[in-house]
């Protein structure tokens, strides 16, 4: 028996056509990008940002540097300013859309800006993602009350955030690779190659957002937000996170708790007091303490107790962490000194816990 089967006829010249149908700019960016992991980067599977508070919404410290705390953490989280001129950065509410906040700096410049931003490496001299080939993009908002001042990007594989002992430059620096700044809000982008290797005591990348080499001191203020550093050869829109969660990622290298604060403790031995202090997350590494007591006295806490009922200062000497469990042990003259494994309350009028790079 003969089995005869009708397709319906097209025309070929129509399929070919619906071939050539526009794929906007995101199925451009789909097609242009190099590898799977690209592609997964693009469609917003995961993290693609590698800055943590790329968006300067976190201000744990407060929300201006003083101008004698040059290269240190002392305003925005994870990042460290610094000014040749010591000029002063802080908070600004004048952002791009979709930002709550931008640093800034503010005063007459008379010097170079830089601030830095490292990213924890998965291990000392362990380069992870940052492998020589690897290809990235750095993006940022980014503007000037004077037009023409330049901002350069430059990275380097360190001992620390800020330390350039045993640095390893990350990437080859051109001279000619820097963003013009104008004076309204502007997103500046450019795709990088990793060059270099960590050496074995290296545990973060830095990324230096600076003026340029050719022109050291910058003729206005300079705003920025909206950092980030994605893998691949293409910008996508910046990654916005909760604030709850870029707070947490914060808190893993730095955590205070502001104003006055009650602690339970115990009469350790008559004249030291432990007291043991849950932090909101695990820290990257044993913190250091900075304290003050109720009156302001730096490395100090204020203790009472019935047996006490005073308020005498008791210097920080050591402490220890366990997960997100630290213990602090206070040493100093308890009048009356008390019996061992008394319970006291301590209390801090600042307390802050430091693990940063």
């Given amino acids: ?8 006829a097209f025309n070929v010249r129509e399929k070919l056509k619906e071939l050539d149908k526009p794929s906007g700019i995101a199925g451009e ?7 799977p992991q690209e592609q997964f980067n693009l469609i917003g599977a995961g993290r693609r940002n590698k800055i943590i508070n790329g968006s300067m919404l976190i201000w744990q410290r407060g929300t201006v540097q003083p101008t004698s705390t040059n290269n240190s953490y002392h305003c925005v989280d994870r990042w460290a300013p610094y000014s040749s001129g010591r000029t002063q950065y802080q908070r600004s509410n004048d952002v791009p859309d979709g930002f709550a906040y931008a640093l800034t700096t503010s005063g007459t410049p008379t010097g170079e800006y830089i601030i830095s931003h490292g990213i924890e490496l998965p291990g000392a001299g362990r380069a992870g993602e940052f492998y020589v080939g690897q290809k990235f993009t750095v993006s940022y908002y980014a503007k000037s009350t004077v037009a023409g001042d330049r901002l350069m990007d430059w990275m380097a594989f360190r001992v620390g955030q800020t330390s350039s002992s045993s640095q390893v430059e990350a990437k080859v620096n051109d001279s000619n690779q820097y963003h013009s700044l104008s004076t309204g809000w502007k997103r500046y982008s450019r795709t990088y190659t990793i060059t270099g290797t960590p050496g074995s005591t290296n545990i973060c990348l830095t990324l230096a957002i600076r003026n340029h080499w050719d022109n050291p001191i910058a003729e206005g203020n300079i705003s920025i937000t909206g950092v980030q550093l994605e893998i691949g050869s293409t910008v996508t829109p910046f990654e916005h996170r909760l604030y709850g ?9 730095f955590v205070r708790f502001d104003g006055n604060t009650e602690h339970v403790g115990h009469n350790y031995s008559g004249g030291s007091i432990d007291i043991n202090v849950a932090l909101p997350v695990y820290m990257r590494a044993t913190p250091s303490l900075v304290c003050e007591d109720v009156q302001n006295n730096a490395n100090t806490a204020s203790v009472y107790s019935t047996a006490y009922n005073n308020n005498i200062p008791a210097a920080i000497s050591a402490g220890r962490t366990r997960g997100n469990q630290t213990m602090i042990r206070m040493t100093g003259t308890l009048s009356p000194a008390g019996a061992a494994n008394d319970c006291v309350q301590v209390q801090f009028n600042d307390l802050q816990f430091n693990a940063e790079l």
Avoid: H, I
């Avoid at 028996?1 to 319906?8: D, E, F, G, W």
């Avoid at 969660?245 to 290298?253: G, H, I």
């Fill in 245 to 253: 969660e870029e707070l947490a990622d914060c808190q893993r290298y």
């Fill in 1 to 8: 028996m003969t089995v005869y089967a009708n397709k319906p």
């Fill in 29 to 35: 960016a789909m097609l242009r990008a190099e590898t």
